[in-house]
């Protein structure tokens, strides 16, 4: 038995270390931030001022509904990319990938191709602009749509068109035209360094062909 109530706990005045009372008496542990509000409190919280709005009001219903509405196509849109980005996240890769591979290649091409060979330097460049451009589907196809394989022509017109409309849409974006910008001032560069290099060709021969002249001649 403890005698003058040695060894007895101290009940302690002040709230835990580890919790406190928040204003409504409620616990909050403390050193935690606050969460942000998720779309579903939202929505409940809109479907609770709906019930509470009076039919008079119609401004205000309407204002109310159309909030409702485009959180609930928020919610399904991030449930639909949740599921696609699992279901096509291998397909992407090995696409990419290939697309990568052919890149590398036309680029090697190109580095072998002759200095006054314009034309086909030419083809090559609109051909790794292309492929550059199948990548940025890719990496910007719209996460709650099915993905669409951008490697396959086997596919229906109207699935063709939507494809196409979403490639457009990703090389519009302002780092694909910051690169075709790039890309259009290295082929103009070049056909520069090929012009002055074909004009000093032919001034070349131009001076063989006079000096051999003067050899004849003498």
């Known amino acids: 038995m403890n005698k003058g109530g040695k060894g007895r706990k101290r009940r302690r005045d002040g709230p835990s270390s580890s919790s406190s009372l928040a204003g409504d008496g409620k616990k909050v542990k403390l050193g935690t931030a606050a969460k942000g509000v998720s779309l579903g409190n939202k929505i409940r919280g809109l479907k609770r001022s709906l019930r509470r709005c009076p039919e008079t009001d119609v401004e205000k219903r309407k204002a109310l509904e159309k909030s409702l509405d485009e959180l609930q196509k928020k919610v399904v849109s991030k449930k639909k990319a949740e599921i696609f980005a699992t279901r096509y996240k291998k397909v992407k890769f090995v696409e990419r990938k290939k697309l990568q591979r052919r890149v590398a290649k036309a680029n090697k091409m190109l580095q072998g191709l002759a200095s006054d060979d314009t034309d086909a330097r030419a083809d090559l460049l609109r051909q790794i602009s292309s492929l550059e451009d199948d990548i940025q589907y890719i990496e910007h196809f719209p996460a709650?749509?099915?993905?669409?394989?951008?490697?396959?022509?086997?596919?229906?017109?109207e699935v063709k068109k939507k494809r196409e409309k979403f490639r457009k849409r990703a090389t519009k974006s302002s780092a694909t035209e910051e690169r075709g910008a790039q890309r259009t001032k290295l082929l103009e560069m070049q056909s520069a360094r090929l012009k002055s290099a074909q004009e000093a060709h032919h001034k070349k021969l131009g001076?063989?062909?006079?000096?051999?002249?003067?050899v004849d001649d003498e």
Do not use: G, Q, V
Not at 207 to 214: G, I, L, N
């Open 207 to 214: 001076d063989d062909f006079f000096r051999a002249e003067k």
């Open 144 to 157: 709650d749509e099915k993905y669409i394989s951008i490697l396959k022509d086997d596919i229906p017109p």
